[in-house]
C-alpha cells in the first residue's frame, strides 16, 4: 500500500492550502488517516486524523480551528485543509495510515504507512 501526498507550497500568512493523500488501496476501512509535521530542526508532530469508517476526527492544539481533515472514500484519499495559516505551520507535511486505530491518533507508532511527504512554507 501507498500514500501519495500532493498539493504543499508557499502561501502567505494568513491564506489557505489544501494538502490531499491518496491511499493506493483501499485497506484502511477499519482503521485511521492522519497528517504529521516536521519542521526543521524540530521532532515529527501531530496534526489531525480521522477514523475511516466513522469520520471521527482529532486535531492538536496547535490547528484546531483552523485545520480540516476529511475523507473522500471513493477515492481513497483524505484532504487537510488549512486555513488562517501562520508562520509557524511551516514543515513539511506527511500523511500516514494504518488499518487499526489503536486510540492514540498522536502516536508516530500508531501508523504502519507514511507518505513521502509535501512542503508546506507560509511566509510572513
Known amino acids: 500500500v501507498q500514500l501519495q501526498a500532493s498539493g504543499g507550497g508557499l502561501v502567505p500568512a494568513g491564506g489557505s492550502l489544501r494538502v490531499s493523500c491518496a491511499a493506493s488501496?483501499?485497506?484502511?476501512?477499519?482503521?485511521?488517516m492522519g497528517w504529521f509535521r516536521q519542521a526543521p530542526g524540530k521532532e515529527r508532530e501531530p496534526v489531525a486524523a480521522?477514523?475511516?469508517?466513522?469520520?471521527?476526527?482529532y486535531y492538536s492544539d496547535s490547528v484546531k480551528g483552523r485545520f480540516t481533515i476529511s475523507r473522500d472514500k471513493a477515492k481513497n484519499t483524505v484532504y487537510l485543509q488549512m486555513n488562517s495559516l501562520k508562520p509557524e505551520d511551516t514543515a513539511v507535511y506527511y500523511c500516514?495510515?494504518?488499518?487499526?486505530?489503536?486510540?492514540?491518533?498522536?502516536?508516530?507508532?500508531?501508523?504502519?504507512?507514511w507518505g513521502q511527504g509535501t512542503q508546506v512554507t507560509v511566509s510572513s
Open positions: 488501496a483501499r485497506t484502511f476501512s477499519s482503521g485511521v
Open positions: 480521522i477514523r475511516w469508517s466513522s469520520g471521527s476526527t
Open positions: 500516514a495510515a494504518d488499518g487499526v486505530y489503536y486510540s492514540d491518533y498522536s502516536l508516530t507508532g500508531n501508523y504502519g504507512y
